[in-house]
T-cell receptor, first 114, second 112 residues
Framework: AQSVTQLGSHVSVSEGALVLLRCNYS??????LFWYVQYPNQGLQLLLKYTTGATLVKGINGFEAEFKKSETSFHLTKPSAHMSDAAEYFCAVSANQAGTALIFGKGTTLSVSS | GAGVSQTPSNKVTEKGKYVELRCDPISGHTALYWYRQSLGQGPEFLIY????????DSGLPNDRFFAVRPEGSVSTLKIQRTERGDSAVYLC??????????FGPGTRLTVL
């Protein structure tokens, strides 16, 4: 069985500040891990994913995440927030095989103030 | 190329009615998924198709929900005897590789 916990339903940062969105997972098998972003009234867009190999994964829009097996974490970071980063962010896990469903966390709303 | 499309974008119906929600996946994607997203929650898995067959329907909440994909492309999610609790955004995703899913914009279903 798999599950995802996103700590903090709402995170507020100032423009230019570090963004840190937390994700912890539980999985009985080696996981695939994902971060998706959802802008208002739009579909989910993949930011980045970890499947195998390098544990530090870089994605679009300057975001990156690090898979830490010992901590069962996959936190999302960005060094400098932009106003355009304001959105809902979802962490997801699946089993490490093709065709399995994604299990999502409840999401974190990121607000960016000027 | 075109992404995943879903129609209608919004559907309002009355309790007890039957609804159909359509998903057009990215051309050539053999895997297709349906999810449901309730307000303030992350998407929840409903059903997964590989080609024409439902490979995993463990997320369907009850027998009022049914989905088909007769030709291995377009899929229809069918809900019978709708209830107010069915109100949510229904998301469709498709995949070629199996580990990256591309999502459509969703259909917002409101049951009055």
């Amino acid at each position: 069985a798999q599950s995802v916990t996103q700590l903090g339903s709402h995170v507020s940062v100032s423009e230019g500040a570090l963004v840190l969105l937390r994700c912890n997972y539980s999985s009985s098998v080696p996981p695939y891990l994902f971060w998706y972003v959802q802008y208002p009234n739009q579909g989910l867009q993949l930011l980045l994913k970890y499947t195998t190999g390098a544990t530090l994964v870089k994605g679009i829009n300057g975001f990156e995440a690090e898979f830490k097996k010992s901590e069962t974490s996959f936190h999302l970071t960005k060094p400098s927030a932009h106003m355009s980063d304001a959105a809902e962010y979802f962490c997801a896990v699946s089993a490490n095989q093709a065709g399995t469903a994604l299990i999502f966390g409840k999401g974190t709303t990121l607000s960016v103030s000027s | 190329g075109a992404g995943v499309s879903q129609t209608p974008s919004n559907k309002v119906t009355e309790k007890g009615k039957y609804v159909e929600l359509r998903c057009d996946p990215i051309s050539g994607h053999t895997a297709l998924y349906w999810y449901r997203q309730s307000l303030g929650q992350g998407p929840e898995f409903l059903i997964y198709f590989q080609g024409t067959g439902a490979a995993d329907d463990s997320g369907l909440p009850n027998d009022r929900f049914f989905a088909v994909r007769p030709e291995g492309s377009v899929s229809t999610l069918k809900i019978q005897r709708t209830e107010r609790g069915d109100s949510a955004v229904y998301l469709c995703a498709s995949s070629a590789t199996g580990n990256e899913q591309f999502f459509g914009p969703g259909t917002r279903l409101t049951v009055l």
